[in-house]
């Protein structure tokens, strides 16, 4: 064989001294193209965390660049971190499939909105921007309805988000907090899901479980009120942007210095 650059040969080499399992190389990395494999040669050093993203790309399908995203935003590290009660409330092997599901924080960086947006924003936000919401959600995920309506005891009711998972064949409830979470949250779901359970539900589907998605929590805390509710239910945080490194920070100018600046260059006044 000819014609191949000294770049490629020593990419060659160095997926031969990476991976001496012929048997793996066929049956697994060869559902790869050739560039995913040299980017996750070039991006991530330790063996167990490149397995990870490996099956993840091939079980869901990633292009390219949606890898080098979630490699980027360090999925290996946020999946199934979410603190649930799934493993007391759900059977197995559903309870890990669905904590295995869910992560975090959960990053909505996509989101043109400020991170001191409130929670009806930020829903707004999330629907359109669908596409992304449902990759950073993960396979599986199919959007049921945005302040989906229950009549409970001739009262309206209505759930933030409502989706239906392929996987864990049930519904799943989101409710957003934009704020820390309180206990109560995990009471109010609670009640949600009995309703959806009585009134959505098809006698063939799983138990529906809930997620609920705030600004902070105290680990402590979450355990706690989620030990005993009848549920099953997650708690994990949303980051509405990711935080830039301190050199970066450092390196940008303030608002104050932005205005000087600009005050200089066009003779433009700045009020507050």
Avoid at 9 to 21: I, Q, S, V
Avoid at 58 to 81: A, D, F, Y
Wanted: charged share 25%; proline share 4%.
């Amino acid at each position: 064989m000819k014609g191949f650059s000294s770049r490629n040969l020593k990419y060659m080499r160095k997926f031969a001294e990476e991976y001496p399992d012929l048997k793996f190389v066929q049956e697994v990395l060869a559902q790869l193209t050739w560039y995913h494999n040299l980017t996750l040669l070039d991006k991530i050093k330790n063996q167990v965390t490149r397995i990870f993203y490996i099956k993840n790309a091939i079980e869901q399908g990633w292009s390219r660049n949606i890898m080098v995203m979630q490699i980027e935003s360090e999925l290996h590290k946020r999946q199934g971190n979410a603190v649930t009660n799934f493993k007391e409330k759900l059977p197995s092997p559903q309870s890990d499939l669905a904590n295995s599901t869910l992560k975090d924080p959960y990053i909505f960086d996509f989101l043109s909105i400020g991170s001191e947006a409130h929670e009806r924003e930020v829903e707004k936000s999330l629907i359109i921007h669908m596409e992304k919401f449902l990759l950073e959600l993960g396979s599986g995920f199919a959007f049921v309805g945005r302040q989906y309506h229950l009549d409970v005891g001739n009262k309206d009711f209505f759930l933030d988000l409502l989706f239906y998972h392929l996987q864990l064949r049930c519904f799943v409830v989101i409710e957003l907090k934009d704020k820390e979470f309180k206990p109560e949250h995990a009471g109010k779901m609670n009640f949600y899901l009995s309703a959806v359970d009585d009134l959505v539900k098809h006698p063939t589907d799983n138990p529906s479980i809930g997620l609920i998605l705030c600004k902070t929590k105290d680990q402590v805390l979450a355990e706690y009120a989620l030990r005993d509710v009848t549920k099953p239910i997650g708690l994990a945080e949303y980051n509405l942007m990711e935080n830039l490194p301190e050199n970066i920070q450092t390196a940008l100018p303030t608002i104050e210095e932005l205005e000087a600046e600009l005050s200089k260059e066009f003779n433009w006044p700045f009020s507050r």
